[in-house]
């Protein structure tokens, strides 16, 4: 993903985070009959419960952003993710679920399971900024947001700030990377030479000496990154680079490259 499109992204949320602060400012001292926001206890177990009501009750569609930071007290004082991801199997019939999350947060297990489903849950892979957040029926929304007073949990209504979730999760969705997908590039030693071609391309050396770093001739090594680039389903080296990011298949080193290329990526 692109500096520029990072940079989207994150004033996407900053946008959300600001529409959340201001709604709860106005609403604050409604009657209940008029709240559009409801103050959720950040404790597990009341966000679990208030997640499985607003899925159990959704009508058409569930919508989830997965990308929170974790932290040390979290992992102590939670279940297990698998808990969250089983809470979508409560869903009714007919209903659309979604599941946007980050590579260190994929559940492969769960990814494989749906396979098998007749109803199965859409799962792609991204890289965006801390986000918990459950969009259902684009009616109701329940987010975890860390704020200058610390972790916020709330059930919100307010339909400027559902708009804001639901166009950014529909931007971020539309380039997401499906998680069902697996790039198989051979053997140990041929996903290692992958890896190093991905690198190169993406820190713009040029075939030549990318081919004699990897002692084959210029031919062989664009004949690998085709081989690659068509592995992957990406139209051109910057894209490949990308998109093998977001599959997780680059080392770190290598995935900070394709959010900073130099040199040509198309070249």
């Known amino acids: ?143 975890v947001a860390e704020s200058t007073v610390g972790r916020r949990s709330s059930v919100i209504r307010v339909p400027e700030v559902l708009h804001t979730l639901h166009t950014f999760f529909e931007s971020v969705w539309s380039d997401a990377v499906p998680a069902g997908e697996r790039v198989v590039f051979g053997d140990p030693a041929r996903a290692a030479l992958a890896q190093r071609i991905l690198g190169a391309l993406q820190a713009g050396v040029t075939d030549e000496v990318a081919a004699r770093e990897q002692a084959v001739s210029v031919r062989t090594y664009r004949r690998y990154v085709a081989e690659i680039m068509s592995l992957l389903g990406a139209s051109s080296r910057f894209q490949a680079g990308v998109r093998a990011a977001e599959l997780g298949l680059m080392p770190p080193s290598a995935s900070a490259a394709a959010r900073t290329p130099t040199g040509h990526p198309d070249r």
Request: with cysteine; hydrophobic share 45%.
């Open 1 to 143: 993903m692109s500096d520029r499109r990072e940079d989207e992204l994150e004033q996407a949320l900053l946008e959300v985070q600001a529409l959340i602060e201001s709604s709860v400012a106005i609403h604050r001292d409604r009657s209940v009959q008029e709240q559009l926001i409801t103050a959720v206890d950040s404790s597990y177990g009341a966000v679990l419960d208030t997640a499985r009501n607003l899925i159990n009750g959704a009508a058409r569609s569930i919508e989830i952003v997965h990308a929170r930071r974790p932290s040390v007290s979290d992992q102590s004082a939670r279940q297990s993710d698998r808990v969250e991801r089983e809470l979508l199997y409560g869903a009714a019939e007919g209903v659309c679920v979604r599941l946007l999350t980050v590579p260190p947060l994929l559940d492969e297990e769960f990814v494989r399971e749906q396979f098998g489903r007749e109803r199965p849950v859409a799962v792609r892979v991204a890289r965006i900024p801390p986000l918990q957040a459950l969009i259902v029926d684009g009616k109701a929304a329940f987010v």
